[in-house]
């Protein structure tokens, strides 16, 4: 057998064995996440009103736990505020990586009328929405993304 054609099948083989093991390893995260949606963990997130009532400060701590073999994972959270069933402000993202704690805060800026309930004592609420995608390789897996749910808030000062 000639030399090139020697490294040729060295070549093939080397390709064939990462394809199996990134294959492995999309498969064991597909499972891994599908299976185990209760180890992704999120702190109770504390809402700070600013002093001037214009600004809400929502803050956690996002930890998703270490999935498959190869550490090329994260996860992309996804919240949306809805004030009345209808969309409040942009839909903030995050991107977790797994196997880490990332803090996480985001700013909810307030309109004049909610402002000015806030500061004659009065409150409204607010409805958040989050769901996770996986990412892999910088690809976002959507058959595995998973909706966790929405949570009412009340603002107040």
């Known amino acids: 057998m000639r030399t090139g054609a020697k490294v040729f099948l060295i070549i093939l083989s080397l390709i064939i064995s990462a394809a199996i093991i990134v294959g492995?390893?999309?498969?064991?995260?597909y499972k891994g996440?599908?299976?185990n949606v209760d180890d992704f963990t999120m702190t109770t997130p504390t809402f700070t009103l600013s002093n001037n009532n214009e600004t809400v400060t929502v803050s956690s701590?996002?930890?998703g736990p270490k999935i498959g073999y190869l550490p090329v994972k994260s996860i992309l959270i996804q919240v949306t505020i809805k004030k009345n069933s209808v969309i409040y402000g942009e839909p903030q993202n995050v991107t977790v990586k797994l196997g880490t704690t990332t803090d996480v805060s985001y700013d909810i800026h307030l309109?004049?009328?909610e402002v000015f309930s806030i500061s004659?004592?009065?409150?409204?609420q607010l409805t958040v929405e989050a769901r996770i995608t996986p990412i892999y390789l910088g690809i976002k897996l959507e058959v595995a993304?998973?909706?966790?749910?929405?949570q009412q808030i009340t603002v107040s000062a």
């Open 145 to 150: 993304a998973i909706n966790l749910g929405s």
């Open 33 to 35: 996440v599908t299976e």
């Open 61 to 63: 701590s996002v930890t």
């Open 120 to 124: 004659t004592g009065g409150s409204f």
């Open 24 to 29: 492995v390893d999309v498969y064991l995260s």
């Open 111 to 113: 309109e004049p009328a």
